[in-house]
């Protein structure tokens, strides 16, 4: 079976992580350090803080920038769940909005529409990679006086009217989990340009202490440390961060292997009746999945199709407006939400796939479009 995604990683990253344990300083450190100082240069950031998975990374981002009860933050159903847990951990109510048909990034007039004077913050995603309308969404944050904290989860790599994604917003989140454009095993990072709030930042990934160990263990005073903020045990140890620093190397090649898979299957679908990818133009865009919409009446059909091709498929996401514990908090309906997420499907995409996985999964695709509906269930 051809997994939709997979990590690859190699022996570079093997002797990056014995080095560490060599160490012995497993936890906070040097490693990190260097880490938090290559992915600031690779993105043009002036802070970046490395944290220990993507959904640590949105929850401290909000929570620097002190969001809490009685906030609001408007952000697209359809998205990992993350997003709306992290909303909900600071006792701050996510509001839902809308996704573009074409592209599924989030849908800016709706979240016009759902401003209100408690909206704190927007939280665009940046869905596939494909980066959203930054330019009309921060001038919109001007006007309303809100944050924007970006969700880049899918993202690192691509870029927005030249510049990286990761400095556009007023903060911006990455996840670096096994199948992500790079992987640090699990970790996340924020990029931002606030001062005071990256102070507060890396203060609170370590439980608000005002020094983490590794520089304690520098000072004279080494068991002294106060606590002055709220924390978290958030910190990115250096045995990741030494996955990191090998994977940011690879990363060109990683986004230029993704790209031509992406744009392979583009025009291979091109012209197919029941199947349809998204819109994006990869000249800018790193891709981390790629989707395809299929009429909803035949999509579970898709999915049985291609299973029986040797091809996996996947889902992203459920509309998170539907979900048990989340669907107290929808508002206004999200029609063009509860449509699109049982369209989508996931195909594989990832840089171990080889020429001849890729042709596996046209070849299952273009068959599924020939095949009438009755015909095609399994």
């Not at 990590?7 to 990253?13: A, D, M, S, Y």
């Not at 059909?301 to 989340?326: C, D, R, S, W």
Request: proline share 5%; with cysteine; glycine share 8%.
């Amino acid at each position: 079976m051809i997994a939709i995604s997979r990590p690859v990683t190699g022996p570079e990253e093997m002797r990056a992580m014995e080095k560490v344990f060599a160490s012995a300083w497993l936890g906070l450190g040097a490693t990190v350090f260097e880490f938090e100082e290559k992915l600031k240069e690779y993105l043009g950031a002036k802070h970046v803080i490395a944290v220990n998975t993507g959904t640590s990374a949105l929850h401290i981002a909000l929570s620097g920038f002190g969001v809490g009860p009685g906030d609001e933050v408007i952000l697209p159903s359809i998205t990992f769940a993350a997003c709306v847990q992290s909303v909900l951990a600071l006792g701050a109510k996510p509001v839902f909005a809308e996704s573009h048909e074409d592209t599924l990034l989030l849908d800016i007039d709706d979240v016009e529409r759902r401003l209100t004077p408690k909206t704190k913050v927007v939280m665009p995603v940046h869905y596939c990679g494909n980066p959203c309308d930054m330019d009309r969404l921060m001038a919109l944050a001007k006007k309303r006086g809100f944050l924007v904290i970006e969700d880049a989860a899918h993202a690192l790599g691509s870029e927005y009217r030249g510049r990286r994604v990761g400095t556009h917003g007023h903060a911006t989140c990455f996840s670096f989990d096994p199948i992500k454009n790079i992987t640090t095993g699990e970790g996340g990072a924020v990029a931002l340009s606030d001062d005071k709030v990256a102070e507060e930042i890396r203060r609170q990934r370590i439980l608000g202490i005002d020094k983490d160990t590794w520089h304690r263990y520098k000072n004279t005073r080494t068991y002294f440390y106060e606590v002055v903020s709220p924390g978290f045990r958030y910190h990115m140890p250096n045995f990741c961060a030494a996955v990191g620093l090998e994977q940011l190397k690879k990363l060109p090649g990683f986004i230029e292997r993704r790209r031509a898979v992406a744009r392979k299957y583009d025009e291979a679908f091109k012209g197919l009746k029941s199947v349809q990818p998204l819109k994006i133009d990869y000249s800018h865009v790193a891709p981390h999945i790629y989707i395809v919409r299929v009429p909803l009446e035949r999509r579970d059909e898709f999915m049985e199709f291609l299973k029986t091709k040797g091809v996996g498929t996947g889902l992203h996401y459920i509309a998170n407006h539907l979900q048990p514990y989340f669907k107290k908090h929808c508002g206004r309906p999200l029609p063009r939400s509860e449509k699109l997420w049982q369209e989508i499907v996931t195909i594989p995409l990832h840089c171990a796939m080889s020429d001849a996985d890729v042709e596996t999964v046209i070849s299952a695709v273009q068959a599924f479009d020939k095949t009438p509906a009755q015909s095609a269930k399994i």
